[in-house]
């Protein structure tokens, strides 16, 4: 049965709270991660992470833990932005990187995942590798992503999957992001913003806006969003 709007503005508060009230108990590390392009690493060791935006085509509410060191285990809601926010798919991921970005200097890794209808239905099936690399005496970060992914249409479709992307430091509490990305090496689309850091070491938020090269295609258009991510349990 699908959410009421009354149902949904509820849900949102309460989300709100509970986030604030974390945020009086609990420190550490945020990372927000609406952009395409991924980066190669995990979230925080035997913890979880938050992360929730919305966009002017789709919002997402993603939660994710990593049990162990390197394995990230992820699953959210997808809703529509433009339908009353209801509710369209969700998805199940699993990130693997052995390498910490930060000790190391660079990383690299496999990510896999499916997205689903809410009749569990199968909507695409995709596998990529992340690899990130330290730049600017360590002040910024370059990402490259390549993979595939395989969408159920009348039929299925396959397309390979790249993209190009860097996070820039500005300074502690902010960081401009900006990437380009294609599926299929055609039609590509670039999305850019601002990074900041609401609580160092703990809550992020990133304003962004993209939209394809060619000038009908409006995705990703606008979005805002925030990650929240506590210290080890």
């Known amino acids: 049965m699908p ?25 550490q590390k945020a990372d927000a991660q609406q952009m395409f392009v991924d980066d190669a690493a995990v979230t925080t060791e035997r913890s979880f992470q938050i992360e929730t935006w919305y966009g002017s085509r789709e919002s997402w509410f993603l939660t994710a833990i ?3 060191k390197g394995l990230e285990l992820g699953t959210g809601i997808g809703f529509d932005s433009r339908d009353d926010f209801d509710p369209a798919n969700w998805i199940l991921e ?30 695409e099936v995709f596998a990529y590798v992340p690899y990130s690399r ?17 969408i159920q249409e009348d039929e299925w479709e396959y397309e390979l999957i790249t993209g190009l992307r860097g996070d820039f430091g500005l300074t502690d509490r ?60």
């Open 134 to 150: 330290m730049i600017l005496d360590d002040t910024s970060v370059l990402h490259i992503n390549a993979g595939f992914e395989a």
């Open 94 to 123: 699993a990130k693997y990187i052995p390498a910490d970005l930060d000790e190391r200097g660079s990383a690299i890794g496999i990510v896999t995942g499916m997205l689903f209808d809410f009749n569990a239905n199968v909507e």
């Open 174 to 233: 902010f960081a401009l992001l900006a990437e380009v990305a294609a599926a299929n090496f055609s039609d590509p689309f670039y999305q850019g913003g601002i990074r900041i850091s609401l609580v160092p070491d703990l809550l992020e938020m990133d304003i962004t806006y993209g939209e394809g090269f060619r000038r009908q295609e409006t995705a990703p258009g606008f979005n805002i969003g925030i990650a929240f991510t506590p210290d080890t349990l």
């Open 3 to 27: 959410f009421k709007k009354s149902d949904k503005i509820l849900i949102l508060k309460a989300a709100t709270i509970c986030l604030i009230f974390s945020l009086a108990i609990l420190q």
């Open 66 to 68: 990593s049990p162990v």
